[in-house]
């Protein structure tokens, strides 16, 4: 199936720091999400990207969907000790089901205070 | 309005034993599906149902069952556990766009 390549796997950051993660793959895909996961809970919708270029913001988050389709950032400015989880991006194929998701591996953030 | 209710939140099984999760929304969305999540793996489709009566299996299907009565119900089934179905399992749900729902996921250890 499809597979989506998450970067970096893990981030260790101070506090205030900006952090970028981002997602990539060798198809096209027609929608972008991104996912937060706080410890013991279940994944979170930070945001939703339907068109290629689109940028949007969620407070001092920020994704962008590439232009080529085939990948998407997520950005967090000024970062704050209750930013620590894993941030999972995820997809729909091009000519996929509408809910049936490619998910990457997610990226592991930690903030030091 | 509660969203995506998962039940138990922890169990420990012995290999052989059998079990169910259960996963119920409250929001009237279509579509649920099960993952599981593993270190480094990220999150993998074991089945999913696009409305009552239909289920269909995803990624890692082997193992489990699943059944969809009603709307609100997805339970997901262990037939005879194994220790590689130690895992966290997540049951999600969505309505007509892509956006997934998650609950808040069990935490399974097959001994």
Redesign the interface.
């Known amino acids: ?1 499809q597979q989506l390549n ?1 970067s970096p796997q893990s981030m260790f950051i101070q506090e205030g720091e900006d952090v970028s993660m981002n997602c990539t793959s060798s198809s096209i895909f027609n ?1 972008w ?1 991104w ?1 937060k996961q706080d410890p ?6 930070l945001i ?1 990207l339907y068109k290629a270029g689109e940028l949007t913001s969620n407070g001092r988050l920020t994704a962008q969907f590439g232009i080529t389709r085939k990948d998407s950032f997520l950005n967090i400015s000024a970062s704050i000790p209750s930013d620590v989880g894993i941030y ?1 991006c ?1 997809g ?1 194929p091009r000519g996929g089901s ?4 490619t ?4 990226t592991l953030l930690t903030v030091n205070p | 309005n509660a969203g995506v209710t998962q039940t138990p939140k922890f169990q420990v099984l012995k290999t052989g034993q059998s079990m169910t999760l259960q996963c119920a929304q409250d929001m009237n969305h279509e579509y649920m599906s099960w993952y599981r999540q593993d270190p480094g793996m990220g999150l993998r489709l074991i089945h999913y149902s696009v409305g009552a009566g239909i289920t269909d299996q995803g990624e890692v299907p082997n193992g489990y069952n699943v059944s969809r009565s009603t709307t609100e119900d997805f339970p997901l089934r262990l037939l005879s556990a194994a220790p590689s179905q130690t895992s966290v399992y997540f049951c999600a749900s969505s309505g007509t766009d892509e956006k997934l729902f998650f609950g808040s996921g069990t935490q399974l250890s097959v001994l």
């Open positions: 199936g998450q929608t999400l996912y013991g809970e279940g994944p979170v919708l939703a999972f995820a729909q509408n809910y049936k998701l998910f990457g591996k997610g």
